[in-house]
């Protein structure tokens, strides 16, 4: 987490920091965290499915069904409008 929290200090706008952290966040299971730090990731890379796919799964851990089915949903579209805007395939590896 410090390595990444460094990266951020040195490239503020860069989305993969903010996913890897936000992959860390949830893994710790801090959600609220998780949700922000997906938001900013999306902020800087909106075309990346597979990070409305995981900030969908954040929402739904806090108890916000709606707002992560609009999260899938969008990442369902970008997959399959935007096929390379994701490495790994929409609900990979995760609990759903």
């Known amino acids: ?5 460094r990266g951020l200090k040195l490239a503020p706008s860069n989305a993969d ?4 952290r936000a992959d860390i966040l949830s893994s710790n299971g801090d959600f609220q965290n998780t949700v922000r730090d997906y938001g900013k990731a999306i902020g800087f ?12 799964v954040a929402l739904a ?3 916000k069904p709606k707002e992560a089915v ?3 949903n969008s ?3 970008l997959a399959t409008t935007r096929p390379n ?4 395939p929409v609900f990979h590896g995760l609990q759903w």
């Open 70 to 72: 609009e999260d899938l």
């Open 17 to 20: 920091f903010y996913k890897l």
């Open 45 to 56: 890379a909106p075309y990346a499915s597979v990070v409305y796919n995981n900030r969908a």
């Open 75 to 77: 990442a369902m579209e």
């Open 61 to 63: 851990n806090i108890n």
């Open 1 to 5: 987490m410090n390595d990444v929290n």
């Open 85 to 88: 805007s994701s490495t790994a």
